[in-house]
């Protein structure tokens, strides 16, 4: 197995890219807009996937955050709301906004199983301030450490619910960024005291299965490399301050913030102490190149994968009435 995680290039697995799959065994597979187009499709699209593996716990990941991130959108799927809606109920009813995001979580998992998917790439764990990127900022669940970590917590357990393993992200903290990643390299300069606001949330769900890095550079630890791709911040900050033990895998490669080659960039993460690399974009002669690149997965990054693919059970629950419940507790802001 690659310590690698592919993307797709249409609504159905082509024939180069089922015989590239079999050959290069990568960790899993990340689904885009491209990738969805109804329920029977989708379906087909995982059990295909699983098909080609020969085995049922395949990391098979989507960005289905709500609002703008989402993959699968209506008429097809249900709308979800985003970070910010919960954040404007707890300002008013704590509790409230925290069971709201639960059921929120619980339903999006429910959604997901049903289309064979197992891995959401949420919560967003970020801190948000008054200068954030707008990537992140109406995406983020406030501007308050406890907040974040209280919304980010109830969204892994409900995710947890409806059957599909969460991601934290974006480690050690997206918030401080002023400038978007897909298109440029953030650089952070707030002092390592000062950034403790920004690993808290991180901490408090240090227990979490799956997390993902940031492609930003903090001075403060590493002023010559980009969280991804630093060694410093991977084993110091996210290993050691933040405690986190699960699966870590980068952000999209093929973000602008990162320079270089995509061979290069996945080659770089793992050798910095990644388990596995993001590379979404289903460009053959990048994914053959990366594959070529890298060698096995590491002992330990497999049994981090293995234990976050077997950390949730089938889903249960009822989506309608969860969404009602959601939807009634949003009302209240």
């Given amino acids: 197995m690659k310590p690698v995680i592919f993307g797709l290039s249409g609504p159905v697995l082509t024939p180069e890219e089922r015989a590239f799959f079999a050959r290069a065994q990568p960790a899993g597979y990340i689904l885009f807009g491209r990738n969805v187009v109804d329920r029977a499709q989708l379906r087909a699209l995982t059990d295909s996937l699983r ?123 997206h918030g401080r960024a002023i400038v978007d990643s897909h298109h440029l390299l953030p650089t952070v300069t707030a002092s390592a005291a000062e950034l403790e606001e920004d690993l808290e949330p991180f901490r408090r769900l240090a227990h979490a299965a799956m997390g993902m890095t940031s492609h930003i550079v903090f001075e403060a630890w590493d002023p010559d490399r980009p969280a991804t791709l630093s060694p410093i911040v991977i084993a110091e900050v996210i290993r050691g301050l933040i405690g986190f033990d699960g699966l870590l895998m980068t952000d999209d490669i093929d973000m602008k913030a990162l320079s270089g080659t995509a061979a290069d ?43 976050a693919m077997a950390s949730v059970g089938a889903p249960t629950g009822d989506m309608a009435a969860l969404t009602a419940k959601r939807d009634a507790l949003l009302a209240l802001a």
């Fill in 51 to 173: 098909d080609l593996e020969g085995r049922d716990d395949v990391a098979i990941l989507i960005d289905q955050e709500g609002g703008r991130v989402s993959r699968m959108k209506p008429p097809e799927w249900p709308a979800f709301p985003a970070g910010p809606d919960f954040d404007h109920l707890y300002e008013i009813a704590p509790m409230s906004g925290i069971e709201a995001a639960r059921a929120n979580g619980h339903a999006l998992g429910l959604m997901l199983a049903e289309a064979g998917i197992t891995v959401d790439c949420a919560p967003i764990l970020d801190v948000a301030r008054d200068g954030t990127t707008e990537a992140i900022a109406c995406r983020a669940y406030g501007h308050e450490p406890m907040r974040v970590s209280a919304m980010g917590r109830a969204t892994l357990e409900g995710l947890a619910a409806g059957g599909v393993v969460g991601v934290v992200k974006h480690m050690p903290g």
């Fill in 265 to 307: 960039k996945a080659a770089g993460a793992i050798a910095a102490g990644c388990d596995l690399v993001l590379d979404c974009w289903a460009r053959m002669d990048e994914m053959v190149a990366i594959a070529d690149r890298l060698g096995e997965i590491a002992p330990r990054a497999r049994e981090r994968l293995d234990v």
